[in-house]
């Protein structure tokens, strides 16, 4: 995990950062200065949590792109300006991004994932990786686990979106609120919230995990009906990304929503409804706010070590627009 050995704010750091060092600690916030993190894929969802983990104040961010400014883009990507039409994806947000905060280092990357060698990921502590295949997402955590980096999977079909975190074994601080009994004995009974900080380890699995999920088990049919099919529909649009080597399109939409609902007769038959497919076209501004701000959150609280970070898969239901966390694969 990141180390804090030997960083130092600056003055005009701790000024920038009072608010945040109030909130989770300067010993947090160090880990935070000294932390490489990567942004792989700036889409819609991309570019938010780019721009929340850029305002906490790491000390790089690389954008990794190898896609150009489409149109679609505008819907949820503000980073890239109008201009930026047909160009790279990475290098038209950098100018925004760093706009955010000058005191991060930031770096715009136009190869293509799938062409980085294992080594290259290992000069980061933690890997986001947005809009890639399974193939890529199983080899880069892959690597990840190895080499003891943290890895995190996102992405956001229309106004489904998820994310999925590989943590391996984390170590964190979190604080605890208990009632502790002030009043003298024979004394009506009166008590006061003391917080203390204790130390906790959260052990999390391969993404494998999801790959191996069984959706048609019976202990799984209760939370089927709780929190509804979104665990199922994340495998289907993977799939579909997978076969097809791009996700749904507006301007395909009635051909790709008939592959969708066979993708879904072949992998999860009677599990998710018609009309779940009918939001996944095309990013949209406020879901990607939602999960990209989550993800965002969960990337801070992983390099800070403050407070206990998703355990391990977090989902955003367009239709009841809440989001809520699945544990998959993990030791009860």
């Known amino acids: 995990m990141v180390e804090a050995n030997g960083i130092e704010l600056t003055e005009q750091e701790a000024e920038l ?15 935070l200065r000294a932390a490489r993190i990567l942004i792989a894929g700036v889409n819609g ?11 906490s104040g ?8 190898n896609q150009v400014v489409h149109e679609t883009d505008f819907c949820s990507q503000f ?21 955010l905060n000058p005191m991060v280092e930031l770096k715009a990357d136009t ?3 799938s062409k980085k060698t294992d080594e290259f990921f290992k000069g980061f502590d933690v890997v986001c990786i947005i809009g890639a295949n399974t193939e890529q997402l199983l080899r880069i955590d892959s690597v990840c686990r190895e080499a003891g980096i943290k890895f995190f999977a996102a992405d956001l079909w229309g106004m489904f979106g998820f994310s ?19 009043s003298k004995p024979h004394e009506k009974t009166k ?5 203390s900080t204790v130390k906790r380890t959260l052990t999390y699995p391969a993404y494998q995990v999801l790959l191996d999920f069984d959706y048609k088990a019976p202990s799984y049919a209760k939370k089927l009906k709780r929190s509804g099919p979104a665990l199922p529909m994340l495998r289907v649009l993977q799939k ?15 051909a790709d929503l008939q592959k969708l609902l066979k993708m879904r007769d072949e992998v999860a038959p009677d599990l998710v409804p018609d009309s779940a497919f009918v939001h996944v076209f095309a990013q949209i501004s406020p879901a990607a706010a939602i999960v990209g701000g989550a993800v965002a959150h969960e990337i801070i609280k992983t390099v800070s070590q403050k407070e206990a970070p998703h355990h391990n898969v977090f989902l955003f239901d367009p239709e009841s627009c809440c989001g809520f966390i699945e544990s998959v694969g993990v030791d009860a």
């Open 79 to 99: 980073l890239a300006p109008q201009d930026s039409l047909g160009t790279n994806r990475a290098e038209a947000s950098l100018s925004r991004a760093q706009q």
């Open 45 to 55: 969802l991309g570019a938010e949590i780019a721009k929340n983990v850029i305002l």
């Open 240 to 254: 579909f990304r997978d076969d097809e080597k791009r996700d749904p399109l507006y301007s395909e939409r009635e």
């Open 164 to 182: 999925f975190a590989d943590l391996q074994e984390h170590n964190f601080a979190e604080d605890v609120v208990k009632h502790k009994i002030v």
């Open 191 to 195: 008590t006061e919230l003391v917080t």
């Open 17 to 31: 950062y009072d608010r945040q060092i109030r909130l989770w600690g300067l010993d947090s916030q160090k880990r």
């Open 58 to 65: 790491v000390k790089a961010v690389t954008l990794l792109d």
């Open 111 to 113: 190869e293509e994932l």
